[in-house]
T-cell receptor
Framework: DAGVIQSPRHEVTEMGQEVTLRCKPI?????LFWYRQTMMRGLELLIY????????DSGMPEDRFSAKMPNASFSTLKIQPSEPRDSAVYFC??????????FGPGTRLTVT | AQSVTQLGSHVSVSEGALVLLRCNYS??????LFWYVQYPNQGLQLLLK??????LVKGINGFEAEFKKSETSFHLTKPSAHMSDAAEYFC????????????FGSGTRLQVQP
């Protein structure tokens, strides 16, 4: 298996622009997680899905962030409008039954 | 609520020396515990996991960890450090039932001196 695939790997955008991050989980996995990593806050959960249904979005910072999982093989995390404080590395992870999570390589987002 | 404390943000050892990275957890329900390693500009790789079977867990690259309920600890060890072990290590906890999300510690950066 190719593992969890994330795109793009790097994204540089200007404040106010819309940003869409993409994730393809490992085939057969029924859980998908979005995490964010920053120097100040470390690794923190944003949202997770089970069988394409959002289960816990308590980590989503504010209404500017939204996530979707239209099918078992694709998820997006959208930020609109983006702000400099959104600069971080965003990780997608997938899991079978939710315990052993496998992480993608991450998307490094820089908002100027 | 769950939390993880990793003592020591930086640990430096000599090549061939024992590696000990400390992790203490807090959980209101029986936990599952994990250690992940992150190399520069890469994602997180699972080293090992505790899911209520054996309390001494062996992982990849010669690492192991012991779950001690009385001490609420899950320290990571390796008998002999190798230069390639230099990386950042994260301890994480999740609930054994219910919420599946991982709560991470702040990480420990391991340096291995030649």
């Amino acid at each position: 298996d190719a593992g969890v695939i994330q795109s793009p790997r790097h994204e540089v955008t200007e404040m106010g622009q819309e940003v869409t991050l993409r994730c393809k989980p490992i085939s057969g996995h029924d859980y998908l997680f979005w995490y964010r990593q920053t120097m100040m806050r470390g690794l923190e959960l944003l949202i997770y899905f089970n069988n394409n249904v959002p289960i816990d979005d308590s980590g989503m910072p504010e209404d500017r962030f939204s996530a979707k999982m239209p099918n078992a093989s694709f998820s997006t995390l959208k930020i609109q409008p983006s702000e400099p404080r959104d600069s971080a590395v965003y990780f997608c992870a997938s899991s079978f039954q939710g315990y052993e999570q496998y992480f993608g390589p991450g998307t490094r987002l820089t908002v100027t | 609520a769950q939390s993880v404390t990793q003592l020591g943000s930086h640990v430096s050892v000599s090549e061939g020396a024992l590696v000990l990275l400390r992790c203490n957890y807090s959980s209101s329900v029986p936990p599952y515990l994990f250690w992940y390693v992150q190399y520069p500009n890469q994602g997180l790789q699972l080293l090992l996991k505790y899911t209520s079977a054996a309390t001494l867990v062996k992982g990849i690259n010669g690492f192991e960890a012991e779950f001690k309920k009385s001490e609420t600890s899950f320290h990571l060890t390796k008998p002999s450090a190798h230069m390639s072990d230099a990386a950042e290590y994260f301890c994480a906890v999740s609930e054994s039932t219910g919420r599946r999300a991982l709560t991470f510690g702040s990480g420990t950066r391991l340096q291995v001196q030649p």
